[in-house]
């Protein structure tokens, strides 16, 4: 079985959130349970400037997207056993930013026809092409269309990974024809359309032979319109091959055991060694240096379904605790403002660090006592899992995967991985905060079996590449 994964982003490539840390890691998990695996990649500045003298030339050609008739350049790389395609065209990712560009739509849109064009030039047939997200949700609805011309591609199997419904790829009636080259003749059954406007997931989700979202929490989730950001329906209609898998984690990068970034490593059996990384999350983060004051960590997007209302709601409270908080992000610029605000008035016992960087990130995990992750969906998350993995114990909302990942903690047992509240409120999350801290001041025997806990969980990629595979198996037939 050969499956080629097509996605906007992917490390070490490319990273812009968490789709670029599965991307980059579930491939090879994918290769490692005996399924030929391939990566395509638009070929971006950032990419060009660090691997350029790797890559290998295949072809140059031209795709048509609607009336334009655009260059495509197609480039490959072996890295780790897995080879990696790579879409060039300069006009559309010769770019700083991966993202948030005025024609993403049509970026992305010839990304996608540019996937199905190259694949006669690839020296990898695929059986199944594995998609993600909106920014790869075309290929499905192409292949589609082109193999009512092309025959042979109506053998190709199309799964595709939702990893935030809310993120839908939504434009205009008139970019249907006009930007993607999908006239109504070939769509007249309403794939494209919802609402007056073509929207790209929703033509994915229905196209592809399968849909899988980050978490079975989630998966269930999206049914209802709380969650669905409009597409419940769809959802709803595609339900029979909708499946949920949780994520894995990079546990070779991911391991503070001999993480090069941490001041001093450590695991489970030394787990004492992360004093001295507090004392350095403390230092780079101008905290006070004070090794029983519990800390608490935030290495997040700064965006409304992060939960940060909750934050700024019940922030005066949570600081009569006597906590530290320590905080990487960028995003939404109220929160932003907000943290920035916080740090002034709280000098000393907050930390704030606007943008992100790897260095920051794993001082907070390391060096953290608690992790704070409030959100209102989730459709999986990887910082709870990192946290839980360099012993910080996680303050979660059970929604998504943090439902699926995070244990509730039971005193009287003295089981759980964190703590976990239910309604999307500042007084229930400040509740779970006050309880982690009671523990943290009053039972630091109980605090320390909880991260040992955490510590020896497995989130390896292993469980969840064989169920990728069953599905794999599933469309096959």
């Not at 499956?3 to 840390?21: H, I, K, N, Q």
């Not at 490692?32 to 295949?58: C, D, K, N, W």
Request: proline residues 4%; negative net charge; aromatic residues 12%.
């Amino acid at each position: 079985m050969k499956v080629l994964y097509a996605a906007s982003e992917a490390v070490p490539f490319c990273r812009t959130g968490g789709l670029g840390d599965i991307a980059g890691s579930l491939p090879p998990a994918l290769a490692a349970s005996g399924i030929e695996t391939a990566v395509v990649l638009p070929l971006y500045q950032t990419i060009r400037e660090h691997f350029s003298s790797q890559m290998e030339f295949v072809v140059a050609d031209h795709v048509m997207l609607s009336w334009r008739r655009a260059y495509c350049g197609l480039f490959k790389m072996v890295r780790n056993g897995i080879t990696f395609y790579f879409i060039d065209n300069e006009q559309y990712f010769d770019r700083e930013a991966l993202y948030g560009h005025i024609d993403d739509g049509e970026r992305f849109g010839f990304f996608s026809r540019a996937v199905v064009s190259m694949l006669m030039y690839m020296d990898f047939k695929p059986d199944i092409i594995h998609c993600n997200d909106w920014q790869t949700s075309l290929i499905p609805v192409y292949l589609r269309v082109e193999g009512e011309r092309e025959p042979w591609l109506r053998s190709i199997r199309t799964v595709l990974n939702i990893h935030n419904i809310e993120y839908q790829g939504q434009f205009g009636p008139y970019t249907l024809g006009d930007i993607f080259g999908l006239y109504r003749t070939s769509v007249d059954d309403g794939t494209m359309i919802m609402n007056g406007s073509v929207n790209l997931l929703k033509g994915g989700i229905v196209c592809a032979n399968a849909v899988i979202t980050d978490s079975p929490t989630y998966a269930n989730e999206i049914r209802l319109e709380y969650f669905a950001h409009g597409l419940e329906s769809v959802v709803q209609r595609n339900s029979f091959k909708i499946k949920g898998i949780l994520n894995g984690l990079d546990i070779v990068k991911y391991n503070p055991e001999i993480d090069k970034l941490l001041a001093v490593n450590y695991n489970l059996n030394s787990i004492e060694k992360k004093k001295k990384n507090k004392a350095h999350l403390q230092s780079v983060m101008g905290l006070k240096q004070k090794e029983d004051i519990p800390v608490i960590g935030i290495v997040s997007r700064l965006v409304g379904h992060k939960g940060f209302d909750l934050v700024c709601e019940a922030f005066g409270d949570i600081m009569k605790l006597g906590v530290q908080l320590a905080v990487i992000g960028q995003g939404e610029t109220r929160y932003e403002n907000f943290f920035r605000w916080a740090s002034e008035q709280y000098p000393g016992s907050v930390g704030y660090k606007h943008g992100f960087s790897d260095d920051t990130a794993v001082a907070i995990y390391g060096g953290s006592d608690l992790y704070l992750m409030p959100s209102r969906s989730e459709p999986c998350g990887l910082s709870q899992m990192i946290a839980m993995r360099y012993g910080a114990i996680p303050v979660v909302r059970e929604t998504g995967g943090l439902k699926d990942t995070v244990k509730p903690y039971e005193a009287m047992r003295d089981i759980g991985t964190g703590f976990v509240f239910n309604s999307y409120t500042p007084g229930d999350m400040f509740f779970m905060i006050n309880q982690a801290v009671e523990l943290y001041r009053h039972n630091p025997e109980a605090f320390l079996h909880m991260q040992k806990r955490d510590m020896a969980q497995d989130f390896s990629w292993d469980s969840s590449a064989a169920k990728y595979k069953e599905v794999y198996e599933s469309i096959m037939h």
